[in-house]
């Protein structure tokens, strides 16, 4: 049976990529003052921009405002104002002071899993930025460990497992990205509850593993959280 559930933060605990996306399109307001936005294809560039700098700058609103930054310069060709690149940072302060606002039903959700079984948080993205969530959200006296990682890859699930000292096929994770959530922990062996968020950043959408596994349950919200969870139990004691 499972032992060990992990949760997700981001679009899973709380609203994220919302903010994400408005800081995008004001982002485009701004160098729409310099460029034609649509000959350059603008989001397609950002967003190249971005997933080049993943492994520099990680994830989160710090490694997107500056790849914002180096974006403008680039497609202005070094013709945007220091007033507009100074807009582009306080877009990027403004992400990281917005507010932490629960999903509907989340709490309960947490708190009847944890009744159950042991309970960890397994966020990635800015450390202090991630931290200040876990603080903020009302929930990190229910999980036994909450791990923040810069990856949510194999290595690190394998990591914290292993320090929790419990099998993969013992492990369940809940989560809105079957990139980072669903795949890397179904792939070990463990299970996975799929619950999509209403917008997905486009790089956590790029992956050709579909939630048609048996050891995958998607539900369409957190009050489905238990029952999925039941369901996959009866999967793995059969």
């Given at each position: ?7 997700d ?27 034609d936005?649509e ?8 967003l ?15 490694g ?57 948080l397994?966020?990635?993205?800015d ?23 810069s ?17 993969m ?17 179904v792939?070990l ?18 992956t050709?593993?579909a ?16 029952g ?11």
């Amino acid at each position: 049976m499972i032992e060990l559930v992990g949760f997700d933060g981001d679009d899973t605990l709380w609203h994220s990529e919302g903010y994400y996306q408005g800081a995008h399109a004001e982002f485009e307001r701004i160098v729409g003052h310099y460029v034609d936005l649509e000959n350059l294809r603008l989001h397609d560039r950002l967003l190249e921009t971005e997933r080049r700098n993943i492994k520099l700058f990680g994830y989160g609103a710090k490694g997107m405002t500056l790849s914002m930054l180096e974006a403008a310069i680039d497609v202005t060709e070094s013709r945007i104002s220091a007033a507009d690149l100074h807009r582009i940072i306080a877009i990027g302060k403004d992400v990281l002071a917005h507010p932490v606002d629960l999903l509907p039903g989340i709490r309960e959700a947490v708190e009847a899993v944890a009744s159950r079984y042991r309970v960890v948080l397994i966020t990635k993205g800015d450390l202090f930025h991630q931290e200040q969530k876990v603080a903020s959200c009302g929930l990190a006296g229910l999980f036994q460990r909450i791990e923040i990682v810069s990856e949510k890859d194999e290595p690190a699930y394998r990591r914290v497992l292993g320090e929790c000292a419990v099998p993969m096929e013992r492990f369940a994770m809940i989560g809105n990205s079957l990139r980072s959530d669903i795949a890397p922990v179904v792939t070990l062996g463990g299970w996975g509850v799929y619950m999509p968020y209403h917008i997905t950043w486009a790089h956590e959408a790029d992956t050709d593993f579909a939630d048609s596994s048996p050891r995958v349950v998607r539900i369409d919200g957190a009050t489905g959280i238990p029952g999925a969870l039941a369901e996959l139990d009866r999967r793995a004691v059969a």
